[in-house]
């Protein structure tokens, strides 16, 4: 069964303050693995999609990054209008869904 | 250029009461599709429809329908409302080729009491 792990399941950072979101995944044949960012009361915001392990994409302040087992959203000096719920899902070869994580609820503070 | 909207944005529906949430898209996308979102439980693929005129189930079909009838819009019915269809619900679509590229639209919050 396809699953989609994410951690932790929240952050807080002070402003400034590198670090890395994790999403851990398991799927039959990986056709997409892909980021959204969610602020409250709004629907997803696409970022990023990855397609092979080793595939990185850059947007201002956010990178992501994908291995065979994971994929990380790397956020450098963080500001507080990075902070909203981050979410990753994957996409298997033989369906057209995707299956979602419960995401990551990043606070960044001034 | 609206991309994904979504009506209504809040609702309150009492237990067996019926209602449909309506999905417009101005991108002229092929695929468009229903989630609902629940603490803890992440988004779950309600149905989807690869084209004007088709349907499929997802995740979650059971109590909902839905209809295509033109490409840009997209229905999603509950007929006999229950409490565990409380939830926040939304629409999405995107171009086809790369489904992951999905466009989301701002969410209606239903509760059903």
């Known amino acids: 069964e396809d699953q989609v792990t994410q951690s932790p399941e929240a952050l807080r950072l002070q402003e400034g303050e590198s670090s890395s979101l994790n999403c851990s995944y398991t799927v039959s044949g990986l056709r997409g693995l892909f980021w959204y960012r969610q602020d409250p009361g709004k629907g997803p915001e696409f970022l990023f999609t990855?397609?092979?392990a080793g595939e990185e994409k850059e947007k201002e302040r956010l990178k992501a990054t994908l291995t065979k087992k994971e994929s990380f959203l790397h956020i450098t000096a963080p500001k507080p209008e990075d902070s909203a719920t981050y979410l990753c899902a994957v996409q298997a070869f033989r369906t057209d869904k995707l299956i979602f994580g419960t995401g990551t609820r990043l606070q960044v503070f001034p | 250029n609206a991309g994904v909207t979504q009506t209504p944005k809040f609702r309150v529906l009492k237990t067996g009461q019926s209602m449909t949430l309506l999905c417009a898209q101005d991108m002229n996308h092929e695929y468009m599709y229903w989630y609902r979102q629940d603490p803890g439980m992440g988004l779950r693929l309600i149905h989807y429809?690869?084209?004007?005129?088709?349907?499929a189930k997802g995740e979650v079909p059971d109590g909902y329908n839905v209809s295509r009838l033109k490409k840009q819009n997209f229905l999603l019915g509950l007929e006999s409302a229950a409490p565990s269809q409380t939830s926040v619900y939304f629409c999405?679509?995107?171009?086809?080729?790369?489904?992951?590229?999905?466009?989301f639209g701002p969410g209606t919050r239903l509760t059903v009491t």
């Open positions: 999405a679509s995107s171009v086809g080729i790369t489904l992951g590229e999905q466009y």
């Open positions: 990855l397609y092979s």
């Open positions: 429809s690869v084209g004007e005129g088709t349907t």
